[in-house]
């Protein structure tokens, strides 16, 4: 049973970056708990919606999502790659963000999908998320769709580092680089003043001098070819897609949809509020992922 049973579904207002929701009912736990018994092999897709419970926001929910609380924008492929002064705005936000981002923690969700991995009931997760906290929370089938925080390389050659690494080569070059903030960004970078950023040192290579870069799908640029034809094969060798916490807006996670339905398999979205794919879901539900996943998977594990 749900411990939590709702006969009249409440309207729940956001806190900190999760936005406003309705609370789940027994209708809603019920057939989650159904698509989640009869399909043995999920393949489970997440987006920012699921690292919100982790005190990261998102870019789109309305009232909390970063473009509705400010007026940032994210980082386009082709302005870092052209702009030096670009670029050096991104690094120095990125770092002064770095220690707090870094040190997010999974929540409810990520070891829910962990545990469900655990007996065998998830063959992979795809992820839109660069944060890394389903690695943390114990996940091992894991496919980065637009890639990751965690690695920087090179724009010129093969050379690659940990951001950790990184992080006390900035240090080292930026000694008195301080800066006081209240918003972590979805990517990890915080807002900072002109005068701060116009001091940064910019890290280069040390093999060429080129530009480095995390590893990360900026807008604008394509997810690699051979990452997209490992995340076709899971979908091919998946029962069904459980989408959590994304909206699906763009094309690179939404194409999952496509070709699961192409392929005859059930697609179940679990999201607050409206997802590009709600006419091609078998099962919708809009409520917070952590208020129904760990009820549900308490009852079949």
Not at 58 to 83: C, M, T, W
Not at 134 to 155: D, F, M, P, Q, R
Not at 160 to 172: G, N
Request: glycine residues 6%.
């Amino acid at each position: 049973m749900f411990k939590r049973i709702i006969k009249n579904s409440i309207f729940v207002r956001h806190t900190a970056f999760v936005p406003a929701y309705k609370a789940p009912v027994q209708e809603d736990f019920d057939k989650l708990r159904e698509f989640l018994i009869k399909n043995k092999q999920l393949l489970i897709l997440t987006g920012a919606g699921i690292s919100t419970e982790s005190g990261i926001p998102d870019y789109r929910s309305e009232e909390v999502g970063l473009y509705a609380r400010s007026n940032h924008k994210p980082i386009q492929y082709q302005e870092f790659v052209k702009y030096p002064r670009v670029r050096q705005r991104y690094w120095a936000r990125n770092f002064v963000g770095w220690p707090r981002f870094s040190a997010v923690k999974p929540n409810a969700t990520h070891h829910v999908i962990r545990d469900l991995e655990k007996i065998g009931k998830v063959s992979s997760v795809v992820t839109q998320n660069v944060d890394r906290l389903h690695h943390k929370a114990g996940s091992e089938n894991v496919i980065e769709l637009h890639g990751t925080g965690y690695i920087v390389k090179c724009l010129n050659c093969p050379y690659e580092i940990d951001r950790f690494k990184l992080q006390d080569i900035l240090m080292k070059n930026n000694p008195g680089m301080k800066s006081s903030f209240d918003m972590i960004r979805p990517d990890g970078d915080v807002e900072l003043s002109k005068e701060q950023v116009e001091n940064f040192r910019t890290p280069l290579c040390p093999e060429c001098e080129g530009p480095l870069k995390p590893d990360i799908v900026f807008f604008g640029d394509n997810v690699p070819k051979q990452r997209v034809e490992q995340v076709r094969n899971e979908v091919s060798c998946s029962d069904a897609v459980f989408v959590l916490g994304s909206s699906l807006t763009v094309y690179s996670s939404y194409r999952i949809i496509l070709q699961a339905k192409e392929e005859g398999k059930e697609v179940a979205i679990l999201n607050i509020g409206p997802t590009r794919a709600d006419d091609l879901a078998d099962l919708k539900v809009s409520t917070k992922c952590g208020d129904i996943l760990v009820d549900i998977c308490k009852t079949i594990m």
